[in-house]
């Protein structure tokens, strides 16, 4: 037997996995898997075989095809009213979570700190730990999971290499306000900190206000390297096509990780996001209303219900807090949604080190056709 010393001990088989198993083998509705059932626009899926027929079929330049990189550019300039350099500020990665592997890796080094917040995204920290860093973890706080700005403040200190920061968030659907970055730029101002800020839900905010973005800020833009994935914006999550914006300094040392990691990115499936960017970006302004509505017919759908419904302000998913219905934890409690009851969903206790013991609650997705959310409020509202 070859002898070898795992450099990642501790990941296992994910919750994600264990569910949909258990919901592939018992035939129950998939509320747990993060991504919509139903395809993105027909568009794209033309556009994408005709690059493919014309020929775009070798390597793209390692920073992304130029034409996506000046459609997103345009978007920005279009939504944020801010100005980036398609040249030296955009990179095309395969997917958000390259963009943030890769950008761990180009600056965290051997006993730097980065702080972190759960509940948290489960690539975060397996990366800082491939880093040599390690990963300090802070719980978001109260009802609105918000940003626990003193524990921020005392946790800061000449090991902080980086904060990674996920505004619209999942799993819990909260968002970060202008107030909010302005508090934390204040935390940050004068300190060796990079700010790795996932925004790979931007487009989903509902009511009136669009996503906050960071880059607004002329105090953070120096420290700011910003993620997005088209497979959230496009509905298209298995295309793995995602970017990541940063000024030319940060953006020159990712890219020498992008270079050895992939390299580049699927070049018909570039070409084609280019396209739709830029001759369909009402679709791109107008997703958050898009999944506003499926939003609003899943919350009215389960007023009546035993659950208490967290409402989320952006993302697709919902969080149901079922303290009126088990005791159970929230693992047991989904394994019995899905035994019991034909729904499968996920126990948000997976996203933290420490979860409160006393939390109970689960995240339902509902980027899913109006079939799948209909069926879902019948089985929801019969608990
Ligand atoms: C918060 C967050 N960041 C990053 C990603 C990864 O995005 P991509 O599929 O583009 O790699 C996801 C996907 O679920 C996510 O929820």
């Known amino acids: 037997m070859i002898k070898f010393n795992s450099k990642l001990p501790n990941v296992g088989q994910t919750i994600f996995t264990t569910i949909s198993a258990r919901a592939n083998a018992s035939g129950a509705l998939n509320l747990g898997q993060g991504f919509p059932d139903f395809d993105g626009d027909k568009f794209l899926k033309e556009r994408v075989c005709h690059y493919i027929e014309e020929g775009f079929n070798q390597y793209a330049p390692m920073t992304g095809v130029k034409e996506l990189r000046d459609s997103i550019a345009k978007y920005f300039n279009i939504k944020y009213k801010h100005n980036i350099n398609p040249d030296t500020e955009i990179t095309i990665t395969s997917g958000a979570t390259e963009a943030l592997t890769a950008s761990i890796l180009a600056f965290v080094k051997e006993g730097d700190e980065v702080l972190v917040f759960d509940p948290c995204y489960d690539s975060y920290v397996p990366a800082i730990d491939l880093a040599g860093g390690s990963a300090k973890r802070l719980n978001l706080v109260g009802e609105g999971f918000s940003l626990p700005f003193s524990k921020i403040e005392e946790s800061i200190?000449?090991?902080?290499?980086?904060?990674?920061?996920?505004?619209?968030?999942?799993?819990?659907?909260?968002?970060?306000?202008?107030?909010?970055?302005?508090?934390?730029?204040?935390?940050?101002?004068?300190?060796?900190?990079?700010?790795?800020?996932?925004?790979?839900?931007?487009?989903?905010?509902?009511?009136?206000?669009?996503?906050?973005?960071?880059?607004?800020?002329?105090?953070?833009?120096?420290?700011?390297?910003?993620?997005?994935?088209?497979?959230?914006?496009?509905?298209?999550?298995?295309?793995?096509?995602?970017?990541?914006?940063?000024?030319?300094?940060?953006?020159l040392e990712v890219r020498k990780l992008h270079q050895y990691i992939t390299f580049s990115t699927f070049t018909a499936a570039q070409m084609a996001l280019a396209d739709y960017l830029s001759e369909?970006?009402?679709?791109?302004?107008?997703?958050?209303?898009?999944?506003?509505?499926?939003?609003?017919?899943?919350?009215?759908?389960?007023?009546?219900?035993?659950?208490?419904?967290?409402?989320?302000?952006?993302?697709?998913?919902?969080?149901?807090?079922?303290?009126?219905?088990?005791?159970?934890?929230?693992?047991?409690?989904?394994?019995?949604?899905?035994?019991?009851?034909?729904?499968?969903?996920?126990?948000?206790s997976v996203f933290y080190e420490n979860a409160p013991v006393d939390q109970k609650i689960v995240r339902i997705c509902f980027a899913k056709d109006q079939e799948t959310l209909t069926r879902a409020l019948d089985i929801l509202n019969a608990i």
């Not at 302005?182 to 935390?187: E, G, H, I, N, P």
């Not at 497979?231 to 999550?237: I, P, R, V």
């Not at 940063?246 to 953006?251: I, K, Q």
């Not at 409402?311 to 919902?318: E, Q």
């Open 157 to 251: 200190n000449d090991k902080t290499k980086m904060i990674i920061i996920n505004s619209p968030h999942n799993p819990t659907g909260a968002r970060l306000t202008k107030a909010d970055w302005v508090k934390l730029a204040k935390l940050v101002e004068n300190k060796n900190i990079i700010l790795l800020s996932d925004e790979v839900y931007e487009g989903i905010c509902f009511d009136e206000e669009y996503h906050f973005n960071p880059r607004n800020l002329a105090s953070l833009a120096d420290r700011l390297i910003s993620v997005y994935s088209f497979g959230k914006s496009c509905h298209m999550t298995g295309w793995k096509v995602g970017y990541l914006v940063a000024n030319p300094g940060l953006t």
């Open 280 to 348: 369909k970006v009402d679709n791109f302004l107008n997703l958050g209303d898009f999944y506003k509505e499926k939003r609003d017919f899943l919350v009215d759908g389960l007023k009546e219900s035993r659950f208490k419904v967290l409402k989320p302000s952006s993302t697709y998913f919902c969080l149901l807090d079922y303290s009126n219905i088990s005791k159970l934890n929230d693992v047991d409690f989904c394994l019995k949604l899905i035994e019991e009851h034909g729904i499968a969903t996920i126990p948000i």
